[in-house]
């Protein structure tokens, strides 16, 4: 896994000074770097029981359908507000600096569903924590979280409880 590294470009002071962006299009245009992360992803997970597979919106769009397919279940979007047109359950969270909102098509989870989150990046834990909670408050059971890349020195991980977290490259 670990020369899969390499296929990420690393982009300093992105979006703003003092960010080290991980941009995962290289690695996803290069063939057999991205089935390495799919089937990666897709292995790790295998013995959760997973019933259906979210993504979160945008970048988590990229890998999650892809490793729901693969597992045989569903998918479902968590998206930024007012793109869902049915009727959505929200979820509103704390960034570095104000608040940011996601939602869920009320009927996209039944009770008791055991739901894998996936997303390209775990960092301060805060979108992965808004979403398994907006799991929770529709009666889901969070199976596990997955990631392609985890920041290890951000401690995102204690945002998340005891969940279970798959991550493919820890930085
Ligand atoms: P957080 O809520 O802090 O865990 O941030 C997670 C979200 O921000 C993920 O959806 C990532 O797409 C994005 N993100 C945060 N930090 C980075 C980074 N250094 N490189 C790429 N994406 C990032």
Do not use: C
């Not at 790790?44 to 979160?56: S, Y």
């Not at 997303?119 to 979108?127: E, F, K, P, Q």
């Amino acid at each position: 896994m670990l020369h899969l590294k390499n296929l990420i470009r690393e982009i300093p002071d992105w979006p703003k000074p003092g960010i080290l962006f991980y941009d995962i299009t290289t690695l996803m245009k290069d063939g057999t770097g991205f089935s390495e992360v799919i089937h990666g992803l897709t292995s790790a997970v295998r013995a959760e029981e997973v019933d259906v597979v979210i993504g979160i919106e945008a970048r988590g769009f990229f890998f999650a359908p892809t490793v729901a397919h693969s597992l045989g279940k569903g998918f479902v979007p968590v998206r930024k507000p007012k793109k869902l047109p049915a009727a959505v359950e929200a979820v509103e969270y704390a960034l570095e600096y104000g608040t940011d909102k996601l939602e869920i098509h009320q009927d996209a989870i039944q009770p008791g569903q055991r739901v894998l989150i996936v997303d390209d990046v775990l960092a301060t834990g805060g979108t992965a924590a808004a979403v398994a909670s907006l799991v929770e408050q529709l009666g889901g059971t969070v199976a596990a979280l997955s990631f392609v890349i985890e920041l290890d020195f951000l401690d995102g991980r204690r945002k998340l409880g005891g969940r279970p977290i798959h991550s493919l490259l820890h930085y």
